[in-house]
Antibody, heavy 116, light 107 residues
């Protein structure tokens, strides 16, 4: 069974940093692109980042480019999202998703609140 | 960026009715559209990929159609478990974008 389990969420002050993790199991992690998608409270879904199988290629929307960094450790079947210079508008539930052309498996989400 | 416009924002139906949800892209995207269902307090779930391709484990009452700029998710005879929010998403070009969602609610 495919499982994606996010961790590392919490309350953080504006301008500070936070790192999310996603532990994958039930599939060969190194064979898949992976992504982060977020959802602000009562809002829709927003793509945040994508990473290639080896980690050599990463992609971001303008809203987080330069502040967020996606990375992976294939030996640990883990995905990460380093979030720097956090803003109140980054408050959201962050989902990791397996990307095989489409996002065919999702984690349960990690809540991030940016507030002073 | 490709903007996806979903309509209606809310659809009120009676269980047993059949419904169609619309997703319109701001430019042609071939069939690079995917549909997700999100129940309250749950993660999204993939329903349909590439406009009309079925997904293993998804009930056959869900189907998709369309190409270019206009896409439709159809639910044949809505069941109680189907009341949730539905999102479309395009993978034609970066940035990946989602529609704002259609909420299917009980009438």
């Amino acid at each position: 069974e495919v499982q994606l389990v996010e961790s590392g969420g919490g309350l953080v002050q504006p301008g500070r940093s936070l790192k999310l993790s996603c532990a994958a199991s039930g599939f060969t992690f190194s064979n898949y692109y992976m992504a982060w998608v977020r959802q602000a409270p009562k809002k829709g879904l927003e793509w945040v980042a994508t990473i290639s199988t080896s980690g050599s290629r990463t992609y971001y929307p303008d809203s987080v480019k330069g502040r967020f960094t996606i990375s992976r450790d294939n030996a640990k079947s883990s995905l990460y999202l380093q979030m720097n210079s956090l803003k109140s508008e980054d408050t959201a539930t962050y989902y990791c998703a397996r990307l095989y052309d489409v996002m065919d498996a999702w984690g349960q989400g990690a809540s991030v609140t940016v507030s002073s | 960026d490709i903007v996806l416009t979903q309509s209606p924002a809310t659809l009120s139906v009676t269980p047993g009715e059949s419904v169609s949800l619309s997703c319109r892209a701001s430019q042609g995207i071939s069939t690079s559209i995917h549909w997700y269902q999100q129940k309250s307090n749950e993660s999204p779930r993939l329903l349909i990929k590439y406009a009309s391709q079925s997904i293993s484990g998804i009930p056959s009452r869900f189907s998709g159609s369309g190409s270019g700029t206009d896409f439709t998710l159809s639910i044949n005879r809505v069941e109680s478990e189907d009341f949730s929010v539905y999102y479309c998403q395009q993978s034609y070009s970066l940035p990946l974008t989602f529609g704002s969602g259609t909420k299917l609610e009980i009438k």
